[in-house]
T-cell receptor, first 113, second 113 residues
Framework: NAGVTQTPKFQVLKTGQSMTLQCAQD?????MSWYRQDPGMGLRLIHY???????DQGEVPNGYNVSRSTTEDFPLRLLSAAPSQTSVYFC????????????FGPGTRLTVL | GESVGLHLPTLSVQEGDNSIINCAYS??????FIWYKQESGKGPQFIID?????DKRQGQRVTVLLNKTVKHLSLQIAATQPGDSAVYFC????????????FGTGTSLTVIP
């Protein structure tokens, strides 16, 4: 298993540009989520999905969209990038059980100029 | 321990010594906890977990202690090695928020050879 994969690894955008961060997992996990990690702060949940066709907002959803058309893929879209979205983004997945470990991807480092 | 500022708490230990990293949580609805290790430029990696109905769990060279009375979690690493140098943070799941996890800011562990 490749686990959780993310692309790209690095990205630089100009303010106002849009882009999609890709996330895929091959573990048949129901639950997938996107986090952002900023210096001095813990990981913060952006959006999550409990299964194909179902998504919900996390703690910091503004400026981001998600969709879940398949179990494997959970892309994160930035509609109009802002400097405040400069961060490291992590995708994670787990089974739907109550006490199941989340497995994280390697991250995407995004800089918005 | 947990940080509310811009700087991570740091811990430096000699190779071979034991390390203790602490985490405080505030929500009495937290029922599941995970410790993660994050090396520079990588995604968080699962170390060990514990449910709220337990007060101790052991893994290979690691032990997690949970004190629900004072809402405190600790990670003990035995015979710390240079490869243990990383940022360690705890995550808690709250029973009243579905599958969402809340993450601490982390502690930076440096192992001195």
């Amino acid at each position: 298993n490749a686990g959780v994969t993310q692309t790209p690894k690095f990205q630089v955008l100009k303010t106002g540009q849009s882009m999609t961060l890709q996330c895929a997992q091959d573990m048949n996990h129901e639950y997938m989520s996107w986090y952002r990690q900023d210096p001095g702060m813990g990981l913060r949940l952006i959006h999550y999905s409990v299964g194909a066709g179902i998504t919900d907002q996390g703690e910091v959803p503004n400026g981001y969209n998600v969709s879940r058309s398949t179990t494997e893929d959970f892309p994160l879209r930035l509609l109009s990038a802002a400097p405040s979205q400069t961060s490291v983004y992590f995708c994670a997945s787990k089974t739907g059980g109550i006490a199941d470990t989340q497995y994280f991807g390697p991250g995407t480092r995004l800089t918005v100029l | 321990g947990e940080s509310v500022g811009l700087h991570l708490p740091t811990l430096s230990v000699q190779e071979g010594d034991n390390s203790i990293i602490n985490c405080a949580y505030s929500n009495s609805a937290s029922d599941y906890f995970i410790w993660y290790k994050q090396e520079s430029g990588k995604g968080p990696q699962f170390i060990i977990d514990i449910r709220s109905n337990m007060d101790k769990r052991q893994g290979q060279r690691v032990t997690v202690l949970l004190n629900k009375t004072v809402k405190h979690l600790s990670l003990q690493i035995a015979a710390t090695q240079p490869g243990d140098s990383a940022v360690y943070f705890c995550a808690e799941k709250r029973s009243n928020t579905g599958n969402q996890f809340y993450f601490g800011t982390g502690t930076s562990l440096t192992v001195i050879p």
